[in-house]
């Protein structure tokens, strides 16, 4: 599902308009969210463990949904940190 | 029968044969109640994000199941009881993925680290300059 960007090409006008990422997750060669795929994850944790809130990320609201279920699963496989102190 | 993928932790003081033992004792498990293990991936004694019974690591198997609810409850009730088991997750998946799991993947592939993101770097961003850009020792 191709996401509406208004691209802002002419961005003199605005100059902070940044273009709007799309889901990382969307398209035909998307990764598969998977609780077991750490190198994955870890782009959407931060450093002191916590989730990546998805409008910096810019990770659709579904696939954030299940990006949220696999970083549990990874923590309660001890695989993450819940936190790092 | 449907499909489980099932991860568990062993304690860290039993050798990788005895967790292979353990694996097989669950299978043997799994087909009494007819089912039976598609895929067995041992992961290797892993350092653990934070301690389990005060545990700092642990042998890491994943079983990629076919099986009843029935012989998977028997499975999960096994493991409760077994001391050598730190910790156990099973999650009913709609089809068993093919080949090695994400987690045996990484692990090929990190002799040969690779960046997260593709933020360029300074010096490999400048391109036609990096060669004459001198290293820092040389500078005042």
Do not use: L, Q, T
């Given at each position: 599902m191709p996401i509406v960007v208004s691209t802002g090409r002419s961005g003199t006008r605005r100059p902070f308009f940044r273009r709007r990422k799309s889901c990382?997750?969307?398209?035909?060669h998307a990764p598969k969210i998977d609780y077991k795929d750490l190198r994955l994850l870890q782009r959407f944790?931060?450093?002191?463990g916590k989730m990546v809130p998805s409008r910096i990320t810019a990770v659709s609201t579904k696939k954030q949904r299940a990006l949220a279920q696999a970083v549990k699963r990874a923590r309660f496989l001890a695989l993450l940190p819940y936190v790092v102190k | 029968m449907a499909f489980y993928e099932n991860v568990f932790i062993a304690r860290q003081e039993i050798s990788a044969a005895q967790v292979d033992g353990l694996a097989d004792q669950f299978t043997a498990v799994l087909s009494e109640n007819g089912g039976a293990v598609k895929k067995k991936e041992y992961w290797g004694l892993k350092s653990l994000a934070f301690r389990i019974k005060k545990n700092r690591k642990g042998h890491y198997v994943l079983l990629n199941i076919d099986a009843p609810p029935a012989a998977v409850h028997e499975l999960e009730r096994q493991m409760r009881i077994n001391?050598?088991?730190l910790r156990f997750l099973t999650v009913r998946v709609d089809e068993l993925e093919e080949g090695p799991s994400a987690m045996l993947q990484a692990r090929g592939r990190e002799d040969r680290p690779r960046r997260f993101d593709d933020r360029p770097r300074r010096y490999e961003d400048r391109g036609h300059r990096a060669e004459s850009v001198q290293p820092a020792t040389t500078e005042e």
């Open positions: 990382p997750f969307s398209g035909p944790v931060s450093e002191r | 001391e050598d088991i």
